[in-house]
């Protein structure tokens, strides 16, 4: 199993990224993914989740209204696009696959790709 995240980077307060997750060795469309972020002496936030379909979607209050997850199965990528980002949004963001989505429960993760919002 391997997930590579891209598209993070240095953004303003207000801006938008969209970050991609790259996975490969397991069949993509048979599970549910999730975007997961981690601040600075902080614990891992789970930002927003995916059904292995592409119809159900969980989204962090924090990020609500903000945030959107989705997914191409045919390519197997995962997107999470970031809009009118906050100081509090930086953090490094991570692919992960889930194992149980009620539990919030994980098994592989990526790198991640960094997020970094200043002005």
């Known amino acids: 199993v391997q997930l590579v995240e891209s598209g993070g980077g240095q953004v303003q307060p207000g801006g938008s990224l969209r970050l991609s997750c790259a996975a490969s060795g397991f069949t993509f469309s048979d599970y549910d993914m999730s975007w997961v972020r981690q601040a600075p002496r902080k614990g891992p936030e789970w930002v927003s989740a995916?059904?292995?379909?592409?119809?159900?979607?969980y989204t962090a209050d924090s990020v609500k209204d903000r945030f959107t997850i989705s997914r191409d199965n045919d390519k197997n990528l995962l997107y999470l696009q970031m809009n009118s980002l906050t100081h509090n949004d930086t953090a490094r963001y991570f692919c992960a696959r889930v194992t149980k989505w009620e539990a919030g429960q994980t098994d592989y993760w990526g790198l991640g790709t960094q997020v970094i919002v200043s002005s």
């Open positions: 995916i059904n292995a379909g592409g119809g159900r979607t």
